[in-house]
């Protein structure tokens, strides 16, 4: 069964940086596109950024464009989202989720992880 | 972007009613560019239906999707205890990806 875990949120001050983390297993990880979405506290869900399953291709929104990172080791099966220069308006929930459909982008997404809490604030 | 607008905001309904969810896009996603995600409280959201119409594994058939272009609905028939939760729509035919606000789905 596909599985994401989270690692590495936590409080960070305004400016800084901090990497995020997600430890896939149940599936070949080599084979999927990656996302990361975000969901602020109460608010809804905003979708952050893709990366092939090579690493070679990224997409992000543009509020992260330029501060944002995403990459992958496919031989640690994990993902990473470097953040850097964080804002208030960056906390949220932070869930990695897998794209459904195999090499192939489907863009929808399933399973997702349980997220990782990033709380920017001085 | 493509904005999607999610509406009812809340639906409070009764065990065994019938649950009509509708996303409104501000641009045409297609026929099959649209997703629906069920998310319950302190868990992450879990697709219910992509394609506009397909329901994932293991979803019931109570679920099931309908709509093109900007107008889609999500109808749940009879509405289980375990249904309850928000309801979202997703959009992939256009980047970036975007979600619609959302639709509680609350016990009566």
């Known amino acids: 069964q596909a599985q994401l875990v989270e690692f590495g949120g936590g409080l960070v001050q305004p400016g800084r940086s901090l990497r995020l983390s997600c430890v896939a297993s149940g599936f070949s990880f080599s084979t999927y596109h990656m996302h990361w979405v975000r969901q602020a506290p109460g608010r809804g869900l905003e979708w952050v950024a893709v990366l092939t399953p090579d690493g070679s291709q990224t997409r992000y929104r543009d509020s992260v464009k330029g501060r944002f990172s995403i990459s992958r080791d496919n031989s640690k099966n994990t993902l990473y989202l470097q953040m850097n220069g964080l804002s208030p308006e960056d906390t949220a929930l932070y869930y990695c989720?897998?794209?459904?459909?195999?090499?192939?982008?489907?863009?929808?997404?399933?399973?997702w992880g349980q997220g990782t809490l990033v709380t920017v604030s001085s | 972007e493509n904005v999607l607008t999610q509406s009812p905001g809340t639906l409070s309904l009764s065990p065994g009613e019938r649950a009509t969810l509708s996303c409104r896009a501000s641009q045409s996603v297609g026929r099959n560019y649209l997703a629906w995600y069920h998310q319950k409280p302190g868990q992450a959201p879990r697709l219910i239906i992509y394609?506009?119409?397909t329901r994932a594994t293991g979803v019931p058939a109570r679920f099931s999707g309908s709509g093109s272009g900007t107008d889609f609905t999500l109808t749940i028939s009879r509405l289980q205890p375990e249904d309850f939760g928000t309801y979202y729509c997703?959009?992939?035919?256009?980047?970036?990806?975007?979600f619609g606000g959302g639709t509680k789905v609350e016990i009566k």
């Open positions: 989720a897998r794209d459904a459909v195999g090499p192939d982008m489907a863009n929808w997404f399933d399973p």
């Open positions: 394609g506009a119409s």
């Open positions: 997703q959009q992939h035919a256009s980047w970036p990806i975007t």
